[in-house]
């Protein structure tokens, strides 16, 4: 089945640096979601972004569908930008599942 | 629009019980899907219904079942619990149709002691 990696496991900023995530996708796909985790366990839809580019406020995503990977780009981070980022997307043929990556830890320091 | 509802939100359950979660979609989203999230394995789909039918399952046991109702509303049920089955129970609501961009609840964290 399809796999999903990403890039940084781990990353730690200082307020104010921008930061660029990789999710990389082995099948072609056609829907790609990003999400956030916050601390509390709860999913916060960012993205959903099967092609092109998407900007909303400091973040903004970009899916190269044929190259089979998505970036999301964070600039001016925030500490409320802490917590989990996750990608998913759906296996070929059925777009009524999502298959996950294991996600990037993003720790904002003040 | 309120987002997608579950309950309880946190449970603490002892080996061989069993646990029923409940889940309240988008109103007027028809689908919904779980998702068990653990440290080890991350996120892992379970199933989803629409229309009151089971479309697609995990890779999980026979010990998880869900089941929708006319209004949309799911529930998951985990009989004879085991202590690898401590996790967190997401539930995915979304409409049906060719995007399917999916919206999440805030989740129960179930607990097996």
């Known amino acids: 089945g399809i796999q999903v990696e990403q890039s940084p496991p781990d990353l730690i900023l200082q307020e104010g640096a921008n930061s660029t995530l990789r999710c990389n996708f082995s099948?072609?796909?056609?829907?790609l979601q990003w999400f956030h985790q916050n601390p509390w366990g709860q999913l916060i839809n960012l993205f959903y972004i099967p092609s092109g580019t998407k900007q909303n406020g400091r973040l903004s995503a970009t899916t190269v569908a044929t190259e089979r990977y998505s970036l999301l780009y964070i600039s001016s981070s925030q500490t409320t930008d802490s917590g989990v980022y996750f990608c998913a997307v759906p296996p070929a043929g059925n777009n009524r599942k999502l298959i996950w990556g294991l996600g990037t830890s993003l720790a904002v320091n003040p | 629009k309120a987002g997608v509802t579950q309950t309880p939100r946190y449970l603490i359950k002892t080996r061989g019980q069993q646990v029923t979660l409940s889940c309240s979609p988008i109103?007027?989203?028809?689908?919904v899907s779980w998702y068990q999230q653990t440290p080890g394995q991350g996120l892992q789909f379970l199933f989803e219904?629409?229309?009151?039918?089971?479309?697609n399952k995990g890779n999980f046991p026979g010990r998880f079942s869900g089941r929708q109702f006319s209004n949309s509303r799911s529930e998951m049920n985990v009989s004879t619990l085991e202590l690898g089955d401590s996790a967190l129970y997401l539930c995915a609501s979304s409409l049906e149709g060719r995007y399917n961009e999916q919206f999440f609840g805030p989740g129960t964290r179930l607990t097996v002691l």
């Open positions: 109103s007027g989203h028809r689908s």
């Open positions: 099948d072609s796909v056609n829907n």
């Open positions: 219904y629409f229309s009151e039918t089971q479309r």
